[in-house]
Nanobody
């Protein structure tokens, strides 16, 4: 049983930056593929970024690829999402997720979310 707790959300002006953190407990962090998702009001939850267990592989949705960076520190059991050049359309609740196993795109555990609001 893995618990995930996000932090670092807040209100920022367009063009600004935020760094989200997700602290994991209750499992072996390095066994999990980690991801970030977001859900804006009235919209479906969407994939943002993912990082492999050893951090060799990362992937991003196209709209954030040149602005966001996912990273992890397995010694700290923490995954990060550095968000630069934020846009109002980035406003959403951001969720951290952990997936176990080789099947890509599957996640077993989810955090409670942290609100990111970008003003224009």
């Amino acid at each position: 049983q893995v618990q995930l707790v996000e932090s670092g959300g807040g209100l920022v002006q367009a063009g600004g930056s935020l760094r989200l953190s997700c602290a994991a407990s209750g499992g072996t962090f390095s066994d999990y593929r980690m991801g970030w998702f977001r859900q804006a009001p009235g919209k479906e939850r969407e994939f943002v970024a993912t990082i492999s267990r050893n951090a060799v592989n990362t992937a991003y949705r196209d709209s954030v690829k040149d602005r966001f960076t996912i990273s992890r520190d397995n010694a700290k059991n923490t995954v990060y999402l550095q968000m630069n050049s934020l846009k109002p359309e980035d406003t959403a609740v951001y969720y951290c997720a952990a997936g176990y196993g080789l099947a890509p795109g599957t996640y077993d555990y989810w955090g409670q979310g942290t609100q990111v609001t970008v003003s224009s």
